[in-house]
């Protein structure tokens, strides 16, 4: 389990290419720690420009 920093939620760590786990780095849940990470991994630039122009 993950807590992302992008979201606020801890999740299961999934291997996808768009989520990144930081080797250091943790957050503290109910005395719970958890590594940080994040479960959405940047937006391709292509990306970011076909929603900018939408």
């Known amino acids: ?4 920093i ?3 939620k801890v ?8 989520e990144i786990i930081f ?3 943790f957050h503290y849940i ?3 720690m ?3 990470g994040i479960c959405k991994a ?3 630039p292509e990306e970011l420009q076909k929603s900018v122009t939408a």
């Open 11 to 18: 999740h299961p760590p999934l291997s996808t290419k768009n």
């Open 30 to 32: 109910n005395s719970t």
């Open 1 to 4: 389990m993950y807590y992302c």
């Open 34 to 36: 958890y590594s940080a």
């Open 23 to 25: 080797k250091t780095g």
């Open 6 to 8: 992008a979201c606020n």
């Open 42 to 44: 940047v937006p391709e």
